[in-house]
């Protein structure tokens, strides 16, 4: 039966037949709204990939760009009426097409090179990872509580981090963080299916030494010891995509008790929540302005956590709260995750600009989300369509309220 | 295959943007959205050079211009959703995806209209008609999917077609591309495109052979010729724009009934039906709904016979029939189920397949069944289909007539059980028709039936149209009008290679088995040698080519209807085996 495909495509046969070409995914797909063609939505995909490896063709760069070209949102997967894991089948081609050494698509391999070398895709410094880390904020070495920082807000968002800590200190929690032995999640190379491959120096003159084997298990397994290590219980995350991977993919590289992680994972608009429900957190200032919430993929449709974020909202005093036309579940992806916007910057840009469209339409003077991601792609958007309009995380808008930003 | 010239100066008319000729693209535009059988892809060659996304009438109307300088098949398509083969390429050529072109022009209030760009989605029309407070009268239930545009190309009912008829029923006036450039709107065009008069009088827009614009020709009024461009699948010109009926908004209230008996069930049907004006009614049998419920989408009721009987219009009008719809299902048994229900089936609408993941495999039928044939027609089937795993669903339109669909599962992994399950999808039909009752759309697939189906005088001013605008058949070859197969070159070369080897092979078991009669009456067929049997090898080759020219010229339908008695008995002999 599995010999129906050919040996560079070993799927799970069962995961293609399903999809009946019904092509009800297509309307709102974030690459189709992009690109416009039949190539470039969920539906459209996997009835390439069926074309590819029934007639055993050879897989061409177009083939890769059409694989690559997907943000990973599930918008799809929440439309299908037979629930087709699309998402999962897309990563699996990815992961495919780099073992086969066709993949990743444009420079998104640097993301690996650089984690295999620094430990990060940012191609940063290691030891500088903690350096965002102000004096007047506290960290402990012997916490229950842990932060899982993440390679964006370490680098590149180093306020995020800052804002978070300095929440957990006014909970009166002293989170452990690994600081230079924190090692990337592992978010952008799982979503581009780089799983293990061998990494090489390209000089100038086009001769290529080898550096090593990348391996996500490694780099998983490191910071899981590492976090077993110091006794962490629960960890607190900022970045909704690095949420998303330790809850869901990191079980499947952790391979004691089952794949039960020995820690709690939470984000912090559900810390926040629940800091709520238990009546320890008052507001200290309120914030009269139209607010409206963009849910992130990887937190909403991956992981479920379309509540937490609204409570948090929705309890600050003034606030007045509107739901842009397409929300949770049906909420709109705004083009960053999935390797999309690293691989295709300027059609991210784009789609969050659709986005921004829709939260404009509710008249909101602030839009709220819970990625970094989302929060950068945005930004970016304003910058290009050159608009008023403040993007925060719920972190910002609580240090704002609570008026705890840090000297500078 | 197009040459090199023909694609860079195609990619010039409709844009680079909007044109690509890679391969990745033409497998994708080589299909629908029937999961064909794979063997279906060797015989046939539904491949095509490039696609092309014009944005504007003017690009499709250079575009078929150009095509018909060039002699290029061109293949109009929507977003691909229907499974009769309208969109599949029978000779090559380029495929014009019109999805591009998806605006919603115009709302007028005053005649109740919206015209519409032939490629937006239904979904998003009528999201944007419900801001206005306005809707359409009906919809495909692909709606989340389809293009205004096929839906007028391919016909058919829908949801509100109990109330408010078919397609057919919505279109006011059509923009098309005739085949020769011309763009027309089809209430102006007058009868005369169709009775060959080849003067310019119908001409509503003149193109030039620059690709560039002219000022427009004169309008002249004439007879709506609107009704035979719809169903037409995109033979007699490409279908630009849509103008379309609409309805105001207002309340909506499923109900839902169950049955414990066919036969019960088609009795409140019928008397459903005559006694109120339901928006949408539609049925699901009993095997559907155990199919629905072993995915978790069948909420329990009392029968496992399901109407779903929608009504529409003010608050009153409405209460006034869900009060006879009470009354009617009571005298045949029924139970009204209740709001959740209700409103679950309603919600339900578009999302028949979602027994797919029984199959893993669904092959799909649909004819049209007069209501009052529907028993006799439900247990023929139950008998035919003995054995076969199989749902069956019907909505009935507003003249009376069920369009029953069925869902055989299957599993396309098992290649020659499913190509042999090919054939109950053509007997569904088969049967359909013998209950009285008429194709549903006619595509590719059912090319044969398109007499009985648009009726003697509109086929023939349909014909006579085709030769004279378009007398080569490059606009859409293939449907509605039959043509010849296409068979893919690898299966001409099997033929040929067949036949070369099969004649020495014949003529030397001949040779064992008859050398008598051979040596006296052809002695010359004896294989005695080398040459002899290079001889036999040569002739094998010019009966394969005789063979493979017979077999290019026979038209699709004929083949099928050939081949579905082959199935049949091939079904029988490979279903058990895995």
Redesign the interface.
Known sequence: MRRFFTKEFDFDPDKIVLCSNCSTCRWTCTSYEEFGSEAYFAGGRLRLLRSYVERNLPVDDDFVRAVYACSTCEQCVERCPIKVPYVDIVEDIRHKLVESGKGPYGRLHLMGDMVLKRHNPYGEKPEERADWVKSDTRVSNDSEWGYFVGCTASFKRKEIGDATLRMLNYFGIEPQILGEEEFCCCSPLIRTGQIERDVYDEAEDGTKTYVGRLNVGEKINHNMEKIIERGIKHIIFSCSGCFRTVTLDWPNYYRARGGILPFTTQHLSQFLALKIKQGELEWKSSYPERVTYHDPCHLGRHVGIFDAPRVVLESIPGIEFIEMDRAREDAKCCGAGGGFKAGFGDNAINTAERRLEMAIDTGASTLVSSCVFCKLNFMDAIKKRGVEMKVLNLEDLFIDLMGLQGPG | MLKERQLTELADIVGEDYF?S????R?????????LP?LV?DLLDTSVSA?A?PTTSEVVANLLQYCLKERIPVVPRG???SGYGGVLATKGGIVV?M??MNEIYNIDRENMTVEVGAGI?W??LIEELEDEGLTVAAYPS?A???TVGGWVAAGGTGIGSTKYGGIREQVVDLEVVLPDGQIIKTTKAGIGLFQGYKGLDYMYHPGTDKYQWGPSGHDKPGDDVTGLFVDSNGTLGIITKVKLKIIPLRTIQPMVASFRSRKLMIGALKDILEATRPFYLHFITNDFYRMLGEVDKAPETIGEWIVLSTYEGSDAEVAGEVEKFHHFVSRYGGTVESDEIANHEWAER??P??I??L????APSEVYVPLEHLEEYLEHLDRHFKGEKYAVEGAIDDLGEVAALAWFLD???R?ISFLMGWYRSLDFIKLGLQHGGRAYSIGMWNAGHSLSFFGRKNYGLMERMKSQTDPKNRLNPGKVFPASLNLSIRFNLLILLVATIAVPVVLWFAGLLVPDLIMAYVPWLMLQDVMSVFIAMVIGLLIGVVVVEIANIVPITFLLAIGAHFMRLGRRIFKGSK
């Open positions: 690509s890679e391969e990745y693209m497998k994708l535009y080589s299909q629908d959205i029937a999961a794979g892809h696609v996304q977003h691909g959703t995806e999805t591009r989605i979904g998003k692909s989340p999917s389809s578009f999302y397949l979602r797919k993941r199959g893993p495999s669904l599993d396309e992994r290649k």
